[in-house]
Structure formats: C-alpha cells, structure tokens
C-alpha cells in the first residue's frame, strides 16, 4: 500500500480542481484500497457460506438416517445401529448455562465498567483495566483445570446454603455429591465473559458526553444520579453489544464446560444436580471415537450446525434490539 | 497525539503482561498431566534385531498409546534407520486406516469383527488381517472413601453401585464383603467416562459377564447406564476420584498408581480377593483361550474366572497386520519391530508402566504368527 501511495503525494494529480473527481480518474492508491478493502468484505462473505455449506452438506447425511426425532429426543447414540440422536439435552444445557452466566456476570460487568470509569482514582482504574485485559488473555483449558481442581469443590458450600435457602424452588435442590452442575459451568462461563463485557462496556462509559454529565452535576444531580440520567442511557446500547459478545462465547465454550461439566444425556429438575451436556462440550467429548464408517461425524456437525443458527439469532436480536434504541440513546451515530 | 501515545504504549504493556501471565498460568496447568507418561524404562535394547529400513506408519488404540511409546522409543534407538510414527486415533479409525491400506498395522481394542475380516483380504493380497494380541492391562476400579483402606467388592456390588442401585458406602451388599472394614454412611458417587471409550466397553463387558442379572445393559464404547457422575478421560476419572469423598470410578491401572489413590480387590469367588496387580491381570488373561482361526489369535477372556489370584477385569489389545501379502516396503520392518514387541524384553518393558505382558502360552504363539508374516 505504502508504496502505491507514496508517489501520489510526491506529486499531486494534475487537474482534479473543477469537477468531482470521476469514478475514471480514481488515483491508484485509491482504486487498489478499495479493492482490497471490497476483496476483505467479499472474503468474510465467501467463509461464512462455505462453513454454512459445509455444516447443512454434513448434516443433512447425519439428519436422513435418525431414527430419533432430532430435536426431542434425549439420547446421542449416532454409531448404534440404527442411529439415534437428539439435541434436545443439548440445547437445554448451552441456553441455561450461558443465561445463568450472563446473569451472574453482566450485573457485575457494568459496577466495574463504571467503577473504573467514573468512581475509580486514575491511579487505581489503570491497573484495574490490566487484570481485566489479564483476564481475558488466559486460554479456556487453563479456566477448565481452575474450575475443576479449585472452583468445584470449593462450591459445595454454597450449594447446600443455597439448597437451605432455595431449595424449595426445586431449581435449586442439591443432593450431595461433587458440584459439577449446570450451575457450576455458568459461574465459570461468567467468570470467562467478564472482561468482554466489562472491556466493551468500559469504553462506551468513557464515551458518553461530558456536557451531559456536567450539566447534571450542575443541576445539583450527585455521582449516582449522573449516572443513571446520563451515562447508562448513553451506554445501554452499547453495554447489550457487550452482553451479545460475551453470549457468544458463553454459548461456544467448550473445554472449560468439558472439564467441569459432569455431561448426562438427561435434563435434571435441579441445575445444582451433576448432567446436563452443551453443543460444543459434547462435539468435543464424542468426536475421539465417533466411529468414521458411521455418521458419528455428521452427527455432531448437525449439532454444530444447530449452535451455529442458535449464535445467528442471537446476534440478529442483539442487532435488532441496538437499532431500535439507536434513536433513544443517540449512540452509534 | 501524546494522549495516543500513551494509550498505546499502556496497550502494549497490558498485552505484555497479559501473555506473560497467560504462559504462567499454562505453565501451572500442564504440570498436572505428567506422571502418566511414558515413565518406562528404557533398559538397554541390545537383543533387537534391525531389518528394513524407512518409515512405519501404524494409527489405532489409544489404550496402547503408552505401551507404543515405549517400544517406538526403545527400537529406533537400537534402529534409528527406522522411523515409527504411531497415531492414537482410536481403535476405529485405526482398524479403517489399516483396511484402506494407508498403514502397516493397526492398535485395536477388539479383535476384527468378520466382516473386517473379508474387508482385509482386499488389502493383504493372499492373505487376511490377523488379531496379535501384544497388550493387556488390567483396568482398576480406585476410591475415595475416608478411613478405609482395605476394599473388597465382587462383579454383582460394583454393577449395583455403577447402576446407582447402591447409593451408600454403609450398604448390607458392601459390609458383608467387608466384615471388617468402618464403612461410613457417604453417599457414593460412580464416576463414568463422559467420552466414548474402549475401557467402559471392557469394564461394561466385564460387568455383563459376570454379573448378567445385575447389570443388564449391552457392552459399548458409551455409558449405558443412568446417574452417577461423568468425566471426560481417564486422568479426569481419576482427578475427580481424588478430591471427592465417597467417590469410585473405573480407570486403566498407570491413573490409580500415578494419582496415589486405593483399588478396590475383586472377590472373583477365589479363596482370596484379587488386587488389581499387572501379575494378577497376565493370570487372568492365561485363563482365556484363542478363539481365533488360523493364525488369528483374538482372545475370548474368561471374565468368570475363580482361578486364584486372576484379576478378571482386564483389556486386551492387539496389532492387526497381515497374515500374508503385507507391503513389500514395510513388511521387514514391521516384522522386525512387532518382533520386538513380542519379545521377552519388549513385554518385560510392559510392566514397568502398569500394563500386563502377555501370558506365555499366549505370546510364544504370537512369537510364529509374527515369524511367519509375509
């Protein structure tokens, strides 16, 4: 690139003064950015479809020779003969352990987004960015041995509490036994969305307007109130990118889940009970053996495949819900 | 501008310290898979005989993954004109492998099932895949449960407790097997493997065999059974038994030495319970017979065995190459390295990591299908 528009700015073009430049006399540089730029856009396009090809053109193989029924049935049998596979355990677990992280972490996101953006000393919001950087920069497996050898059987106290406590909900009934629940994955999943979230939202604070704030400060609002009428109207569209973000990697995890998860192809009433299973753990956890002669494979692509929509939608509701608070908050102008 | 400097400059520190961070904590995270490796010795491998030359290709069972370390590491120090590359992708895809001709001989956890075997003879040009069963190993049901040392179950208690049809470590079926034993009222927590695999198939085979009534579901590679626990490989199991109270699970024997935690001996109905000790498992395999036709050695194990000091709950696993017609370009070579496996220094070398060398009778008629390859 440098090269190209090096000797354009040595020496000017000859007579661009009296009309607008033509789509004809693009300089060089120009026309090369833009192909480029036009050839990243197309590129992005073209990998997208082959990986959408590729999931229907394998599962569609997988799909033809169930005996089960896909989406209800609860068991994942695809080397028995006849093949017997279902999502539905599935799609339970990676929705309700991806909500319980975003619940648990989006809450506490934005108190330290805020904190570091408006509350915190310079001196102490600096490093505080760091170990949320930190934080993001440490691989899933590392978070998965954490989680399994440190964050489990430290939780059993607070599932019997919460048992004392919730139990009678039914949701939260612990039996004993090693917390490696759906509950524990979505602790460790919030812990892992964090700093996404926190990072994002971090910087779309800092970006509401000073006016705004100073002129609630001078109608005598204090810090809470200067918050809550300038800077999170402001930042709420950009705090749900966040969340979205952090979903999406809530709801593809997959070591972290693996290694914490005790995964059962069965839906406990409890979520403080051991079973349960997610998309992406359970591709990784069949994939060794799934015997290639088979639709082993396929069948997990066609799981794949059902994560792959699940993260589509999502993503078109985050953009749907950004576009209509576009207008109320005068963000992403 | 000097604002975007800074900030950059704090980026790049941030970055920094993030990496740097990040390869502390791997660092920490790797240390807890050693001590399971090929801790083998490597004695000095002088009775190898080299023949052929070039590379080995083999892909199979991840069982014998260790044991094949050991070998590989072993020959091409005596051989190091051949290079041996043995891929664990499983039993499967190593059994495919060999039958498209890709390989020289595949590691499989079960012997070629008929169909394979006419498959094979596509391959081997005048001949047929023949099942050499080179390694055993006994599989070891560890526990955690505080003040007991000494556990004794038998085939029927272990299928009700992996069944959760025994949910206490006080039950009456446990405290009969252990008169003497302070059995605490813990809950008990089964663990299984979560991922498919050839040890649930052969402990499930064991169970089925030797307990039918109590344990009704077909062998396979998946668990078949409801509740308990599940984690994902064998260290997993093994990791989770460790640190739970009232825990039991099913393991090859290298994860209950390496993780320092008890095995449960069998009472197989002999007149004393059975340790899960190499030894033990080469007796037990003994007790088995050659079922295979020919040349073929599969083994049928005899998991009801009450011969003393036979530890039943074993897993055998073979080479597959062939009989006749094996690839001119690598039949030296495979013949001279699966020699060495068979020999006494090869399966001596079995034991040292925690699988079972192959009983005599077994592995002298191995000795004559490996001499007789072509």
């Not at chain 1, 509490?161 to 979505?186: C, I």
């Not at chain 1, 059962?264 to 994939?287: K, V, W, Y």
């Not at chain 1, 699940?310 to 950004?322: D, K, Q």
């Not at chain 2, 925690?354 to 490996?370: N, S």
Request: with cysteine; proline share 5%.
């Amino acid at each position: 690139m440098s090269i190209d528009s090096a000797p354009d700015t040595a020496a000017p073009p000859p007579a661009p003064a009296g009309k607008a430049a033509t789509k004809q006399n693009l300089r060089p540089g120009d026309r090369v950015f833009l192909g480029l730029a036009r050839g990243s856009g197309i590129t992005l396009l073209v990998i997208m479809a082959a990986i959408a090809v590729f999931l229907t053109w394998q599962a569609t193989k997988a799909l033809t020779e169930n005996e089960g029924n896909f989406l209800t049935t609860f068991e994942w049998d695809p080397n028995a003969e006849p093949p017997v596979f279902g999502i539905a355990v599935l799609a339970f677990g990676t929705v309700v352990s991806s909500v319980i992280a975003m619940v648990l972490a989006v809450p506490i996101s934005i108190g330290i987004a805020l904190f570091i953006s408006h509350y915190a000393p310079r001196r102490v919001a600096t490093p505080m960015a760091y170990v949320v950087d930190l934080l993001a920069a440490v691989p899933s497996i590392v978070y998965g041995l954490w989680g399994a050898l440190f964050l489990v059987p430290h939780l059993t106290g607070l599932y019997e509490w919460m048992d004392a406590y919730l139990g009678w909900t039914g949701v939260f009934e612990y039996n004993g036994g090693a917390a490696r629940s759906l509950f524990t994955a979505g602790i460790l999943l919030a812990i892992m969305i964090l700093p996404v979230v926190t990072n994002v939202s971090r910087e779309v604070f800092k970006q509401s307007p000073k006016m705004h704030e100073e002129a609630a400060l001078a109608l005598g609002a204090t810090r809470w109130e200067v918050i809550r009428i300038s800077v999170l109207p402001f930042g709420r569209s950009g705090v749900i990118s966040a969340s979205m973000l952090g979903l999406g990697r809530a709801l593809g995890e997959t070591m972290a889940v693996a290694t914490v998860l005790s995964p059962s192809f069965m839906i406990e009433t409890s979520l403080l009970d051991p079973g349960g299973g997610t998309f992406a753990q359970n591709i990784a956890a069949s994939f060794k053996e799934a015997s290639p002669a088979g639709i082993g494979r396929e069948a997990l692509i066609a799981s794949g495949l059902v994560l792959f929509v699940i993260t589509l939608l999502v993503n078109g509701l985050a953009r749907l819900i950004i576009a209509r608070r576009k207008e109320y908050s005068g963000a992403n102008a | 501008m000097k604002l975007q400097r800074t900030n950059r400059l704090r980026a790049l520190a941030a970055g920094a310290l993030a990496v740097s961070g990040a390869l502390v904590l791997t660092a920490c995270g790797s240390d807890d898979n050693s001590g399971d490796g090929d801790g083998g010795s490597s004695k000095a491998a002088s009775n190898i005989k080299c023949e052929g030359k070039g590379n080995l290709l083999a892909s199979g069972s991840s069982a014998q993954k260790n044991a094949m370390d050991v070998w590989v590491k072993n020959y091409q120090a005596a051989c190091p004109d051949t290079q041996i590359n043995y891929k664990p992708t499983g039993s499967g895809a190593g059994i495919q492998e060999f039958l498209q001709g890709k390989t020289a001989f595949a590691g499989s956890d079960s012997a070629l099932e008929a169909e394979e075997v006419t498959q094979s003879k596509k391959v081997c040009k005048g001949g047929q895949g023949v099942d050499l069963p080179l390694v055993g190993g006994p599989i070891a049901v560890t526990y955690n449960v505080s003040g007991v040392e000494d556990l004794v179950l038998d085939a029927e208690t272990l299928a009700k407790i992996f069944d959760s049809k025994i949910t206490k470590w006080d039950d009456a079926a446990i405290k009969k097997l252990n008169p003497d034993a302070k059995l605490p009222s813990t809950k008990i927590q089964a663990f299984h493997r979560s991922d498919d695999s050839g040890t649930t198939d052969n402990f499930t085979k064991y169970l089925n065999t030797a307990a039918p009534d109590a344990w009704k579901y077909e062998p396979a590679k998946k668990w078949a059974a409801e509740g308990g626990q599940s984690a994902d490989g064998s260290s997993g199991i093994a990791t989770n038994v460790k640190q739970n109270d009232g825990a039991i699970g099913y393991a090859e024997l290298s994860y209950a030495t390496g993780n320092d935690i008890p095995t449960v001996k069998l009472d197989t109905g002999a007149d004393a319970p059975v340790e899960a000790t190499t030894e033990n498992a080469s007796k037990a395999i003994s007790e088995g017979e050659i079922v295979g036709k020919g040349s073929d050695l599969a083994l049928e194990l005899d998991y009801k065995t009450t011969a003393a000091g036979a530890y039943p709950m074993v897993l055998v696993t073979y080479e597959v190459a062939c009989d006749k017609g094996n690839d001119a370009a690598t039949l030296d070579a495979t013949k001279s390295f699966l020699k060495y496996a068979a020999s006494e220094d090869g399966q001596k070398a079995l034991a040292d990591i925690d699988y079972a060398p192959m009983p005599d009778e077994i592995i002298t008629k191995v000795r004559q299908t490996v001499d007789a390859l072509a």
